[in-house]
């Protein structure tokens, strides 16, 4: 199995984007990417039929893609990313509060 940092280098080797805007340019294709995946299972409930598996998870897919490439602009990698947000999701659980409101909970 491959590793989150492994996936962000072999990621970044097929980045092509402008670096003067690499931020907003990542921000605003992962926001469009997962506005794909959305779209998808929008259609499927609108027709009455079953999600395309295979096509979700190619939008899932370039969803990570821009996430890697993201957190990389910001100078991260995805381990850590990852750490931040296991890290986060478990003190709220301890907490009490995984089923409450807001981003500082």
Do not use: F
């Not at 990542?26 to 990417?33: P, V």
């Not at 979700?56 to 990852?82: F, I, P, R, S």
């Amino acid at each position: 199995m491959l590793s989150l940092n492994y996936y962000q280098d072999k990621a970044l080797e097929t980045a092509i984007y402008p670096k003067e805007t690499a931020l907003e340019y990542c921000l605003l294709q992962l926001a469009s990417e997962a506005g794909e995946a959305a779209g998808k299972l929008g259609k499927a409930l609108r027709k009455g039929v079953p999600v395309d598996r295979e096509a979700l998870l190619a939008e899932l897919g370039d969803v990570l893609w821009y996430v890697a490439n993201t957190a990389h602009v910001l100078d991260c990698d995805l381990n850590k990313v990852a750490e931040m947000n296991i890290n986060k999701l478990t003190s709220r659980s301890e907490r009490g509060v995984i089923h409450g409101d807001g981003d500082n909970r």
